[in-house]
């Protein structure tokens, strides 16, 4: 304890798996699990009908399925009733011959020699199926019935062999057995690493042959309601352990910590550490790997629920380093020392940072601003509009002589082009006449006193308001005007 907290500070609290308390244990209800912590899936199929056939399509999957005591009752079962059948066909042929009668006249040659009654019947074929020959029992040329006969023996016991005793080496060689080897830790924990918030978890390996590929995937079991109203019992989500960045390939020689960071993507966005006290959930770890030794394919599983997630927790550290080599101290792989964690989810935290970010919030109020004027939010309104506009257009609209409805119906034609050669034709006609340009005079002394200039006959592919709009500002429209008078107005200012 004092060298853990010499080395992470007085803050940091060293805990075993067993919960304590002050004084009193307390004990919560035990709830069903979908898989227990050495890997047991509780599922029972009931109600079959007439499906349970398909278990005798797949017998030599179906007898190396079953548990142990039913594997050597049936080996057993299998040899006694195969021997004691083919000991029954020798003696019924010597019965049907009369060699039982006759077995012990010396002129007469019986199907098998020696066999005058069922047990010497049954030792024959003992002697024949296990290849043992003592020689004194033997079969003759004079019964063709005894030679097929003891054709069909052969074939039908190399089969029973073939069957039984693959079944049987099936059934001890079947990596279950490795996964006993195979550690997960008690508890899982929820604590900060790298500066997110992250789900954890510990696994090892005992032996010291290796995992070969060694994989690990994590599901989430949860029951939910869609918005359709459908209820979903133990609804499989998929937790990331790292599948995009290769994380989940384990190079398992010494215990590893697993993690799962939750973001916005993860299932537990939500979770906090109050609502985990509420929620209900199961997380289903799965190991899969090749033994090194045998080449098969392991798989070991265990399962959390929520009151098996510490928040705040960390596991404590298990690898020292030795002299020249590295030391495994598995007396503190399920040991856990709490953190200092934020009690909130992630979406809490992410919202609480929203807020409390100076970009987010809005500027300062002024009591002497003008929107607080009733002509204000009409002058906002117009300052948004005209700041979208692009330059030349913006320098437009920024004379005062024009009307402000002209304005905004010019801002909302073009607020979505960003220099003059993107501007429809129109746009690009009203910004080069003499009149509302910059690079000219605004105002000379023979125009009128509006300060308008003579609008081009451009003009008169305006719509219509645009029309009468520009006809109020500059005066009649040339386009209007009679032949001669457009001719004279042409070369007054030409």
Same mark, same amino acid.
């Given at each position: ?21 002050? *004084? ?14 050495n ?22 999957t ?21 021997? !004691? ?9 010597a019965y049907?011959?009369g ?12 199907c ?16 024949t ?17 005894g ?21 049987m ?6 990596p279950?057995?490795r ?6 830790s008690?508890?899982?924990?929820i ?54 960045? *290769? ?16 973001d ?12 985990m ?38 596991f ?42 100076? !970009? ?20 906002l ?5 005209t700041?979208?506009?692009p ?19 010019s ?8 220099s ?44 219509p ?8 500002? *500059? ?20």
């Amino acid at each position: 304890m004092s060298a853990l907290r010499k080395k992470f500070g007085d803050d940091y609290q060293v805990v075993t798996t067993a919960s304590s308390g002050c *004084g009193f244990e307390q004990r919560k209800k035990k709830r069903q699990r979908f898989v227990d912590k050495n890997g047991r899936c509780n599922v029972q199929h009931g109600n079959l009908g007439g499906e349970t056939s398909r278990y005798l399509s797949d017998l030599f999957t179906t007898l190396v399925d079953l548990k142990w005591r039913w594997n050597l009752f049936i080996f057993i079962l299998t040899y006694t009733v195969a021997w !004691l059948f083919m000991a029954s066909m020798w003696w019924l042929i010597a019965y049907i011959r009369g060699d039982l009668n006759r077995a012990h006249d010396d002129k007469y040659t019986p199907c098998v020699a020696n066999v005058y009654n069922f047990p010497s019947a049954f030792l024959f074929f003992i002697e024949t199926e296990a290849t043992i020959g003592y020689g004194y029992r033997y079969i003759t040329d004079k019964c063709p019935e005894g030679i097929i006969l003891f054709l069909f023996q052969s074939i039908l016991g190399s089969i029973v062999d073939a069957f039984l005793i693959g079944c049987m080496f099936i059934k001890m060689s079947q990596p279950k057995k490795r996964a006993e080897t195979l550690m997960f830790s008690e508890h899982a924990a929820i604590s900060m690493r790298d500066g997110k918030l992250t789900l954890m978890f510990r696994v090892g390996n005992l032996r010291n042959s290796h995992m070969v590929s060694a994989q690990i995937r994590c599901k989430l079991l949860k029951s939910r309601q869609t918005p359709e109203g459908e209820f979903l019992p133990l609804d499989q989500l998929e937790l990331d352990v790292g599948f995009s960045t *290769g994380a989940d390939q384990l190079f398992l020689v010494s215990p590893l910590t697993i993690c799962h960071v939750i973001d916005s993507r993860s299932p537990f966005y939500e979770l906090s550490q109050r609502s985990m006290q509420t929620e209900q959930f199961e997380i289903v770890v799965i190991l899969e790997g090749i033994v090194e030794t045998t080449g098969m394919t392991c798989q070991a599983r265990t399962s959390y629920t929520e009151d098996e997630v510490l928040w705040g927790h960390r596991f404590f550290p298990v690898i020292s380093l030795e002299e020249g080599f590295f030391k495994v101290d598995y007396s503190q792989f399920h040991a856990t020392f709490e953190v200092p964690t934020p009690p909130y989810s992630v979406k809490e935290q992410e919202e609480a940072l929203l807020i409390s970010s100076p !970009l987010a919030a809005p500027p300062p109020g002024n009591s002497g601003d003008k929107s607080s004027t009733p002509d204000g939010p009409e002058v906002l309104e117009d300052a948004e509009v005209t700041a979208k506009l692009p330059p030349k257009l913006q320098k437009i609209t920024g004379r005062e002589g024009l009307p402000r409805k002209l304005l905004r119906m010019s801002s909302t034609a073009s607020e979505m082009t960003y220099s003059l050669g993107d501007l429809p034709i129109k746009l690009q006609r009203i910004s080069s006449v003499p009149g509302v340009s910059e690079d000219r005079p605004a105002a000379t002394k023979g125009t009128r006193p509006g300060g308008a200039e003579p609008i081009s006959k451009s003009a008169v592919d305006l719509p219509p308001k645009l029309q009468k709009l520009a006809g109020g500002v *500059g005066g009649r429209m040339d386009g209007h005007l009679p032949p001669k008078l457009r001719k004279m107005n042409s070369d007054r200012f030409t």
